[in-house]
């Protein structure tokens, strides 16, 4: 029987990968704000498109954030022009499609929502230190899931520095260089245009980098700060139908879990440094079993 084609928006939130859901949600807000705004231009009304800019975007006016705090979390999903979501959504990709496979699914979703609130939170600091912003920091409002896609691709860019990405025109390239390139780009552009958009890609960029050194450490505040955000990330994950535990034997002792884990570590870890050398390829096939497992935790 065919599906309807709610159905299969249905199914594609409800079956798709996190990646998949981030874009789609992205895109789902993108097209009805639009056919809003257009709804009311053709109302003579535009001031409604702008109501609700300054209703879903981040204010720098530290009062109207106060009273409007689901903005830090909005202003990441939102977009008004095509090429800006477009882009966005290309490196969220490709970025995502990295982080997916050698970091996680799970860590995704908290890293595109933390990378999104560190931009907010750069960007809100900044329009009320720097003496350049006093006029405009009443007013000004940022939007776009920029600060979020950069924390995932610098994230990536940290743990595997060294994993060449094949670039039309240029060949392949290794991460660290493109990361490189993105916040350079974005340090330069400050004083051109959007200094807020710039500034809150800095703070995206920060986290990454942040999170990406303590995961590289063995340590990962995603499993503090997922238990505050998980219900909301949860909504992105592929939540199954249901759960069967069991055990066999007696459990582990903590210094056994502990050892082990360092041991499983240490496999990962020399089969990144395997693909930074040789290509994702080289790998066996009992390497690339493993990876795809570590990905899917």
């Not at 990378?115 to 776009?144: C, K, T």
């Not at 552009?189 to 986290?207: M, Q």
């Amino acid at each position: 029987m065919q599906q309807s084609i709610f159905q299969e928006i249905r199914n594609f939130f409800i079956r798709g990968s996190v990646l998949s859901r981030l874009i789609g949600i992205n895109v789902a807000v993108f097209i009805l704000v639009n056919l809003f705004r257009v709804f009311f231009f053709l109302l003579d009304n535009s001031g409604a498109g702008e109501a609700l800019t300054h209703w879903l975007g981040i204010s720098s006016n530290i009062h109207v954030v106060l009273h409007r705090p689901w903005t830090i979390l909005t202003y990441m999903f939102f977009h008004l022009e095509f090429f800006h979501i477009l882009f966005n959504m290309i490196v969220l990709y490709v970025g995502g499609r990295l982080f997916s496979d050698f970091i996680g699914q799970d860590r995704l979703t908290i890293t595109y929502l933390l990378g999104g609130i560190a931009g907010g939170v750069f960007y809100i600091l900044s329009f009320n230190v720097f003496p350049v912003f006093r006029d405009v920091v009443a007013y000004s409002v940022a939007l776009g899931a920029s600060a979020s896609v950069l924390a995932i691709f610098i994230a990536i860019a940290v743990y595997m520095p060294n994993y060449q990405l094949p670039l039309l025109l240029f060949g392949r390239i290794r991460l660290k260089y493109i990361a490189i390139f993105f916040v350079v780009l974005d340090v330069i552009s400050i004083d051109k245009g959007n200094p807020g958009g710039h500034i809150a890609h800095l703070g995206g960029a920060t986290w990454g980098f942040v999170y990406a050194s303590l995961l590289k450490a063995g340590k990962d505040p995603a499993l503090v700060m997922g238990f505050y955000l998980g219900k909301l990330g949860g909504i992105f994950r592929k939540q199954p139908r249901f759960k069967v535990e069991y055990t066999r034997g007696r459990p582990d002792t903590d210094d056994d879990y502990n050892r082990k884990r360092v041991e499983h570590q240490k496999r990962i870890d020399h089969i990144l440094d395997k693909i930074s050398q040789s290509g994702y390829d080289s790998l066996t096939k009992e390497e690339k079993e493993i990876l795809f497992r570590q990905g899917d935790k």
